[in-house]
């Protein structure tokens, strides 16, 4: 039944495609000819026209031209006749021209069109061999035709997102097993072939074409390394990467639209270290990370918009070590931190805007150490900590806008151990602490303003702040207290 639907599907396309194909349109012959006889006459009346404007009058019946001149009044008409005469012969070879190539392209387009429907009936068969032999067959017509690129990718992505079949019992039916290993390496080589032509290297590259991956299920190593995707659809929706290692490691994400909405890590590694983020919008939204081990270390998230609303990290571990984050905005908002890894340590925030409003930190480790944010805006607004270990130790504080208002920490720990504070503004107004403990031990206060006061619930879990410090405004002493120690309170009171 897989196969059937792929030839209908392939046959489908096909006809699509050929259907949709511009015909040559040219005017009738005669016409062309009577307009080009008309425009040339048209320009050599105008020319003489011109020409005797020039002159003084002529009396015409004084005239009496002789033998010579008559010559060469009718080798002048002669030449301009031949001049009709081979303007005429190049519209008749211009047409001939126009009509020849439209019949090569015709042919051309029917031989592509053989090639496809002979590829796709391979991509039916029952014997995995012939499987892959249809596979190679349309990515060398996806090579040649550069008309029909989008409509062999189409099908080999389509191939890729019918489900397979279960994995038989080795021990019980051996020859099921081999048969079902050899339908899965033509999935693997769709995969790896796809892989190649979106390479920056590669001879006749894939670059800027759509890839349609919804709700694949990934169980084999893949290879996206120094892929290019410039412009397009890149769909990976859905997908489940269960299973063997994907590398996006260098790959470049720029002008296009990516995908992996709902996609659920829960395998070997996936790696996007090194990766350029610029321009387009790439989406993680609701995605799951529960197992293995996922790398976004080094990459460059710059230009438009890049997206992890919603996200779940529930378990493995997920890197940002050493990732830039500058242009227009990244976001964790409502994220979920749990049970899991995160390390976003020596990470640079510059530019643009990085979310974790509404983000929910219950369990596991998130790793800000030695971050710089600067210029930025990066917003913990509302976002709940509780139960995790979440660590800005070392963390610069310079010229940008880090905001906790509203934000809960009730539970685990959160260190800003020697964090520096020397511009900008970290605000903690209406952040509510309870049970757990935020500690500021050796911060260094030398610049920018930070508030800790006027948080909300008291400030028994605040730890490590000194006295004074330039720009710190501290939590107000306990106790009902007059207008006057109110307003010093705001201004580095000790309690």
């Known amino acids: 039944m897989g196969g059937i639907r792929i030839r209908r599907r392939a046959r489908a396309t096909a006809w699509r495609h050929r259907r949709t194909e511009r015909q040559i349109r040219l005017i009738p012959i005669s016409l062309a000819l009577a ?8 320009g050599a009346v105008g020319l003489i026209a011109l020409i005797l404007s020039a002159l003084s009058p002529v009396d015409l019946a004084a005239i009496k031209p002789s033998v010579s001149e008559v010559l060469d009044i009718v080798k002048i008409s002669l030449a301009v006749v031949a001049g009709v005469g081979g303007m005429v012969a190049l519209v008749v070879a211009y047409r001939k021209q126009r009509v020849t190539e439209a019949g090569e392209s015709r042919e051309q387009t029917k031989l592509f069109a053989e090639r496809f429907d002979k590829a796709s009936d391979k991509l039916g068969s029952d014997a995995a061999a012939v499987r892959l032999a249809g596979v190679h067959a349309l990515t060398a017509l996806a090579d040649d035709w550069v008309g029909g690129r989008q ?25 099921s097993h081999t048969a079902w290993r050899s339908m899965a390496e033509v999935r693997a080589t769709i995969l790896r072939l796809i892989a190649i032509h979106m390479k920056a ?8 074409a759509d890839l349609d991956f919804t709700s694949v299920i990934f169980t084999t190593d893949i290879n996206f390394t120094d892929a290019v995707f410039s412009g397009g659809t890149v769909n990976f929706r859905g997908v489940s990467f269960s299973g063997g290692k994907v590398d996006f490691i260098g790959a470049s994400f720029s002008g296009a639209t990516v995908d992996f909405s709902d996609a659920s890590f829960s395998g070997d590694t996936v790696s996007f270290s090194d990766a350029s ?32 609303s919603g996200t779940e990290f529930s378990g493995g571990r997920v890197y940002f070590r050493g ?20 390390s976003f340590s020596d990470a640079s925030f510059s530019g643009g805007t990085v979310s974790f409003n509404s983000a929910t930190f219950s369990g596991g480790e998130v790793n800000f150490n030695h971050v710089d944010f600067s210029v930025g805006t990066v917003d913990f607004g509302a976002a709940s900590f509780s139960g995790a270990t979440v660590a800005f130790g070392g963390a610069k504080f310079s010229v940008g806008t880090v905001d906790f208002i509203g934000a809960s920490f009730s539970g685990g720990t959160v260190s800003l151990v020697s964090a520096e504070f020397s511009g900008g503004e970290v605000s903690f107004r209406g952040a509510k602490f309870s049970s757990g403990t935020v500690s500021f031990r050796d911060a260094t206060f030398s610049g920018g303003t930070v508030y800790i006061s006027h948080v909300a619930d008291g400030h028994h879990g605040i730890k490590g702040l000194p006295e004074t410090a330039p720009g710190l405004r501290r939590p107000a002493p306990a106790g009902p207290v007059g207008p006057e120690e109110a307003a010093e309170s705001g201004n580095q009171t000790v309690p």
């Open 35 to 42: 307009g080009t006889i008309v425009l040339a006459g048209a």
């Open 151 to 175: 409509m062999c990718i189409d099908v080999l992505c389509a191939y890729l997102r019918m489900p397979p079949a279960p994995e038989p019992d080795q021990a019980n039916d051996i020859t």
């Open 277 to 308: 983020f610029s321009g387009g919008t790439v989406s993680f939204n609701s995605a799951t990370f529960s197992g293995g081990t996922v790398s976004f270390n080094s990459a460059t998230f710059s230009g438009d918009t890049v997206s992890f």
């Open 323 to 342: 990732a830039t984050f500058s242009g227009d905005a990244v976001s964790f908002s409502d994220a979920t931190f749990a049970r899991a890894a995160v």
């Open 201 to 208: 290297s590669a001879p006749i590259p894939w670059h800027g």
